[in-house]
């Protein structure tokens, strides 16, 4: 499997999340400069991705950020990049690296074992309207 996306970074979500679902709707609405491309965890593309760069799926279940060619981003660091890519304002979302990544992390880890229970979850993947199909990877 060849998966080319130019200059397009690409966030995989978990596809049954009701909160990551809500945070990728977030991501599309601001996303003006069409930077970032999507799949679901539960994807084939998702997998090809993860095991190409040697990600262990079970540690990361909720979200990975990849910048093809330079770098890929879990969990707290991740959501950073997403935020402060929105530009303005939202990049004083980099203040928030000062915070000790273990320390964002456990937060981050607790919301995402929390999620379900607190957000609800899916039987199934989200299906992109046809306007939203070109910004997601199948």
């Known amino acids: 499997m060849v998966i080319t996306q130019g200059d397009k970074k690409i966030i995989l979500f978990d596809g049954v999340c009701n909160l990551c679902n809500s945070a990728i709707q977030f991501v599309i609405k ?3 400069k069409n930077v970032y491309k999507f799949a679901a965890l539960q994807s084939d ?3 090809f991705l993860l095991n190409e760069r040697g990600i262990d799926s079970s540690q990361i279940d909720s979200i990975i950020l990849i910048d093809p060619n330079i770098a890929f981003y879990t969990k707290s660091t991740a959501a950073l990049e997403i935020g402060k890519s929105f530009g303005g304002g ?4 980099g203040i928030f690296e000062w915070v ?3 320390i964002r992390d456990w937060i981050y880890d607790f919301v995402a074992k929390n ?3 607190w957000f609800g979850k899916q039987n199934e993947c989200m299906i992109p309207t046809p306007e939203l199909k070109a910004k997601f990877l199948d």
């Open 115 to 117: 999620r379900y229970g």
């Open 100 to 102: 000790p990544k273990p």
């Open 30 to 32: 601001h996303d003006k």
């Open 45 to 47: 593309v998702a997998a």
């Open 90 to 93: 939202w990049r004083l979302l």
